[in-house]
């Protein structure tokens, strides 16, 4: 065979080759192609509403808030998904971004004297409200 053979035979081959990937990716796109309405997303938005208020009744302010996440089932392990301060009023709102499957979350708030520390359940709603006193 000489050089100009193979390099057809090559070409031929190369041409053969991309046609049918082609094909088998057009299929392909057919059968893996989501419906219109699937929506699928690993985060979830929630809105959470903290309020504090220390030993005396008085609104917290400048206090240290964080939104944490349990790692293990006994909630040992967490990790901080979201985290500021009261503001002069004691209150904490922020829309916050969590896993899609979160199922629970423990907000921790730096208030010396009371409960500093809840663990919820999370609904359906889109919301996490507390109050700490």
Aim: charged fraction near 20%; glycine fraction near 6%.
């Amino acid at each position: 065979m000489t050089t100009n053979t193979l390099t057809r035979f090559a070409t031929a081959l190369l041409l053969v080759a991309a046609c049918s990937s082609t094909f088998a990716a057009a299929q392909l796109k057919d059968v893996v192609s989501p419906d219109a309405d699937f929506q699928y997303s690993t985060e979830q938005d929630l809105w959470v509403q903290i309020a504090a208020y220390d030993v005396e009744g008085a609104p917290a302010d400048q206090r240290s808030v964080e939104i944490l996440e349990a790692l293990d089932a006994e909630g040992q392990q967490t990790r901080v998904l979201d985290k500021g301060l009261t503001d002069a009023t004691g209150s904490f709102e922020r829309k916050v971004r969590v896993p899609a499957g979160t199922r629970q979350l423990t907000v921790r708030v730096g208030v010396f004297g009371i409960p500093n520390s809840v663990t919820l359940n999370l609904d359906d709603s889109g919301a996490f409200v507390h109050t700490f006193e």
